[in-house]
């Protein structure tokens, strides 16, 4: 299925904050009343064909008229990274060809990890085995140098549509390569099971944004939260 970058949106906005569009095709969109919600009041999302406000149902219409204003003022100033208690920017990003087939040229690089290498994920990151090891975290990619796992990726989020991609790196491993291979067999992996991989950042990390840009990554939407 070919996604736009407004169902794009609607992907990643329920994946990461766990709620539903209550309409998919409008700019003012609610989200449904069952379910999480939220801590943000307001979501706005700036998208090459315009700009959706998305609202926690129980804003008053004072509130959204308040919400909005404020939302344009932060958003006239042209900054790229916010982030402050109660307003966050980040980018949203997608990767539109992703193949399985892809994947045969990098495994020499990255490899799926299983139950088998609980051992080495324990080492890479104490106590956190059993959090990545989860059916929901999966695809789990690992890369391995001199019998020691120094990336690690795995879906983050993940419902029936799309996964959000988490990736995290020993510190003298980065920049070498490894959380690239980590994170195209990823991709690769997650597209072999159908579904939309996603990557989200906060606007201010530029080496995850260049990360995602070297991966094939293309920013849809910068996302502005207002948490009230």
């Not at 299925?1 to 569009?21: C, I, K, P, Y």
Request: proline share 5%.
């Amino acid at each position: 299925m070919e996604h736009n970058d407004r169902s794009l949106l609607r992907l990643h906005v329920e994946a990461t904050w766990g709620v539903q569009f209550s309409s998919q095709c409008l700019d003012e969109i609610d989200l449904t009343l069952e379910g999480t919600q939220p801590t943000w009041a307001l979501c706005v999302a700036d998208l090459a064909e315009g700009r959706i406000h998305i609202w926690r149902p129980n804003v008053t219409s004072s509130g959204r008229v308040d919400l909005r204003q404020r939302a344009n003022g932060i958003l006239a100033t042209k900054e790229v990274a916010i982030s402050s208690p109660e307003v966050h920017s980040g980018v949203a990003l997608c990767v539109r060809d992703s193949r399985p087939d892809d994947a045969p040229a990098i495994r020499h690089v990255a490899q799926l990890l299983s139950e088998e290498d609980r051992p080495l994920i324990e080492e890479f990151e104490p106590g956190e085995s059993g959090y990545y090891l989860q059916p929901a975290k999966r695809p789990l990619i690992g890369v391995i140098i001199e019998g020691r796992l120094v990336s690690v990726a795995h879906s983050s989020r993940h419902t029936h549509e799309a996964c959000e991609l988490g990736i995290h790196t020993l510190p003298a491993s980065r920049r070498k390569g490894c959380a690239l291979a980590a994170t195209q067999l990823w991709m690769c992996e997650v597209a072999r099971e159908g579904l939309v991989p996603i990557y989200s950042a906060d606007a201010a990390n530029i080496a995850s944004l260049h990360l995602a840009k070297s991966a094939g990554y293309h920013a849809f939407a910068r996302l502005l939260t207002l948490e009230r």
